[in-house]
């Protein structure tokens, strides 16, 4: 956070600095409660982030929460934050807890005991997809979306794993932190050719190596290439100014 001593005011600002910008889907890192701050305090400042950045980027915009396992071992205050941000009408919660049949079932029903819709996902922690607590976790209908990374798995992989969701309903959701372009790229891609794609993971702020091409952004959504594969060509001045002196080549 650019300016921690405005709290839940700055993700609110940059929630709304990004619908300006044109984005109308938004997710949260929460877990606070049982990783950056003391359990009680965390919790509330998750709750306070997500109605503030519900309010900031307006009633029709996606707004979806990643808890990177930060109420794990405390359901009473995952059941805590659920309700309070009911009005947030929230999309997804992502990892809330570690990948576990019995801590998913109790999400499952504390979910829908409370008449929260947000769609339950998990996954990108998952090496080698599928690994046997999501096998377990598909085959007993706990989650909705699945998501190993893009890039990690790789298009072949996915469509697999697409085969073999499509009967559960589970729909892909891949994952795209630390791959910069390529990784939209890639994810872009594969969702233009999957029918269980739920959305894009977008990450604005690595660097990248690529030329300027046809592909577009405009009203939340990206245009499809128009190139063969990714349809990405190296930019050869971007790379020798920025990156050419690292270069390391293997013979």
Known sequence: MSNPEKGAAQVAADAADSRRDGYNAFKIKVGRA???????????????????????????ASVMVDGNFGYDGRMDLLEDFVRETLPAKLFWMEEMVTAD????????????????????????????????????????????????DIVAAGFSRWQELTDWLAPTGVLTQPRNFGNGNLGRRAALVFGASSP??????????????????????????YSVPSGAGLGLAIDSDIYQRKYAAAEVRIT
């Open 34 to 60: 049982g990783r950056w701050m003391m359990p009680q305090e965390g919790l509330q400042r998750d709750v306070e982030v997500v109605l503030a950045v519900r309010e900031a980027a307006g009633a029709d």
């Open 101 to 148: 049949v019995g801590d998913y079932r109790v999400l499952r029903r504390m979910r829908d005991r409370l008449g929260s819709t947000a769609l339950l996902v998990c996954g990108e922690e998952d090496g080698h997809p599928p690994g046997q607590e999501f096998v377990d976790l598909v085959s007993a209908g706990l989650i909705d979306g699945y998501q190993p």
């Open 196 to 221: 269980t794609f739920v959305s894009l993971e977008d990450e604005r702020f690595l660097p990248n190596v690529y030329a300027d091409d046809d592909v577009a952004f405009h009203n939340g959504s």
